[in-house]
């Protein structure tokens, strides 16, 4: 699937995914979303997810449709999907407050204190540098993209 991030203005962005089949699915965010967002790509990349937020894009649902309340969904978040977000959510921190001492600590109490993935942990020191390193580089990418152009990244299905 291929993923764009388009700088449209201040705090307006498009992020927009083409998928296998020809479909998009598309929505206006605003900058915490691409930081969010961007981040989600680094993890599933990394970790090589395809059930996370990605890879249920890629399986035909829509964006806007993780916005729905719980009860109106069609879908179900998977493990890997909900076990994503609690890493995303803490990298989002990161990336607003510097790097945390005991990041892998603070994520296994959150995931123990929310739904608890147990199937799904292959996160350790290494594969965190390796998503630490990758947004880094892609924040560093769009920070530099000029307003009106694109950022375009392959996610592997």
């Not at 076990?83 to 959510?89: A, D, F, K, L, P």
């Amino acid at each position: 699937m291929e993923i764009s991030f388009t700088k449209k203005g201040v705090n307006t962005q498009i992020i927009s995914c083409r998928r296998m089949d020809g479909t998009v699915t598309w929505k206006h965010i605003d900058s915490f979303f691409i930081i969010h967002d961007i981040c989600h790509y680094a993890v599933e990349s990394v970790l090589k997810f395809k059930n996370a937020f990605y890879g249920m894009l890629a399986s035909g649902i829509a964006i806007a449709d993780f916005e729905l309340p719980k009860e109106k969904r069609t879908f179900h978040l998977t493990e890997e999907a909900i076990y994503t977000e609690q890493i995303v959510n803490l990298l989002t921190i990161e990336n607003n407050q510097g790097p945390m001492e005991d990041f892998l600590d603070t994520l296994n109490v959150v995931c123990q204190k929310n739904t608890d993935p147990l199937g799904v942990r292959p996160l350790d020191q290494t594969s965190l540098q390796q998503i630490q390193q990758s947004v880094t580089l892609l924040l560093k990418r769009w920070d530099l993209l000029p307003e009106g152009e694109t950022i375009t990244l392959i996610f592997e299905e």
